[in-house]
Each structure stands twice: as structure tokens, then as C-alpha cells.
């Protein structure tokens, strides 16, 4: 069965750097999101984007995040100057389907980020 | 906005035995889905169970089926015949014409053997 994948599965970084996750997507899917879940919490919703451009976004998704779709395969999260508390798992999903909601999402592994 | 409440942080259940996890949404569309994820402790989603809002009929997907209540915004799942690979963490989840997952706090759920 197809998968979400998403690498790296462990980002360390220092504070005020710059990370980039990536994810790959379900090949025949059109919708992609990011997800990122504090430990110990509820996973909440960043950002979706359908036809090379953003659909929706939360209110966390702020100056300091973007992504990107740069070769029609991989679906980037940019952090721009890292904060402690953006320590936090992030899940890449993805969907079909020309109705969104009507498809459900397939998230991959997840990828751990630690700001120290 | 859509919001998702499960009102049970942890649960637990003997092996074989069935087990009720609660969950109730609000929102204000007519057409929605509502969805059931486990996440085991290697923190991957996996999709349990999907409900449409527009069927009346209840979702059934081999051990696991849930309890549709469009009128009182309810959506229990139940787990039959608990295994030992059914703990784990599951998010209630709800999503209307946006595309936006709305997850509620999760229910930990224990299996004893």
C-alpha cells in the first residue's frame, strides 16, 4: 500500500537555526498538509496546500514557517530561526479525491524535531 | 470553527473484552466526516474508522464500529474482542468542506492481558 513518507525521523537543532522537513506524499494524491503535535498533546493542524499554493493555515503558521512543493514529488516545511518550543513531532499528510474532505488523510511516521 | 471533545484521557480494558471510547464535535456544516486514528507508541496516524455524516448507518470495520449520533453530536468508537495491538493512543477527528482535520485530545486506551 502506498505511503506518506517523511524524513528526516530526528532533527536536532540550535535555537535560531533553520530546519527544512521533508515529506513525500501518496503519488496520486492533491491535497498535502502539515501537522505538529507537542509531546503530551493534541495534534494540531499548520498549513494544507492544494495546486502549488497554500489552502489553509492556522494561526501558528506564522513569518516563521513556509512550504514548498519544489519537483512535483516532495512537499517541504520550512522553520525559519528555530524557537525551543517549536520542539514537537510534525506529521506530513496527504489526500485524494476532488472533494477534500470526502477523502481521508494518510499521515506518514512523523518527524521528531528538538530545539536546544 | 469545528471543535472535537474527548472527554476520557485514558481507559483501559481486559484483553477480549470491549471498550468504549467517547467522543463528541460540534459544528456548524450540514455535510461533514468524522474519523477515528491510532497512534501506537511509535507516534505513526493510522486510520481506524471513518464515518460520513450523511449516512445514518453506523461505520463497521472488522473489531471496530462506532456509534453514530448525528443529534446529539456523539461519535463513540468501540473496540470488540480487545487485542494487546489495540493500545494506544486515538484521536477523535472531525472535517467539514475545508480541508482542515480537527483532532480532539485523545483517549490513551490500556490493554491487560
Known amino acids: 500500500e502506498p505511503e506518506v513518507t517523511q524524513t528526516p525521523s530526528h532533527q536536532v537543532t540550535q535555537m535560531g537555526q533553520e530546519v527544512i522537513l521533508r515529506c513525500v506524499p501518496i503519488s496520486n494524491h492533491l491535497y498535502f498538509y502539515w501537522y505538529r503535535q507537542i509531546l503530551g498533546q493534541k495534534v494540531e493542524f499548520l498549513v494544507s496546500f492544494y495546486n502549488n499554493e497554500i489552502s489553509e493555515k492556522s494561526e501558528i503558521f506564522d513569518d516563521q514557517f513556509s512550504v514548498e512543493r519544489p519537483d512535483g514529488s516532495n512537499f517541504t516545511l520550512k522553520i525559519r530561526s528555530t524557537k525551543l518550543e517549536d520542539s514537537a513531532m510534525y506529521f506530513c499528510a496527504s489526500s485524494g479525491g476532488s472533494r477534500s474532505y470526502n477523502s481521508p488523510l494518510h499521515f506518514g511516521n512523523g518527524t521528531r524535531l528538538t530545539v536546544t | 470553527a469545528q471543535t472535537v471533545t474527548q472527554s476520557q484521557p485514558e481507559m483501559s480494558v481486559q484483553e477480549a473484552e470491549t471498550v468504549t471510547l467517547s467522543c463528541t464535535y460540534d459544528?456548524?456544516?450540514?455535510?461533514?466526516?468524522l474519523f477515528w486514528y491510532k497512534q501506537p507508541p511509535s507516534r505513526q496516524m493510522i486510520l481506524v474508522i471513518r464515518q460520513e455524516a450523511y449516512k445514518q448507518q453506523n461505520a463497521t470495520e472488522n473489531r471496530f464500529s462506532v456509534n453514530f449520533q448525528k443529534a446529539a453530536k456523539s461519535f463513540s468508537l468501540k473496540i470488540s474482542d480487545s487485542q494487546l495491538g489495540d493500545a494506544a493512543m486515538y484521536f477523535c477527528?472531525?472535517?467539514?468542506?475545508?480541508?482542515?482535520?480537527?483532532f480532539g485530545e485523545g483517549t490513551q486506551l490500556t490493554v491487560n492481558p
Open positions: 459544528t456548524s456544516e450540514s455535510d461533514y466526516y
Open positions: 477527528a472531525s472535517r467539514t468542506s475545508g480541508s482542515r482535520l480537527t
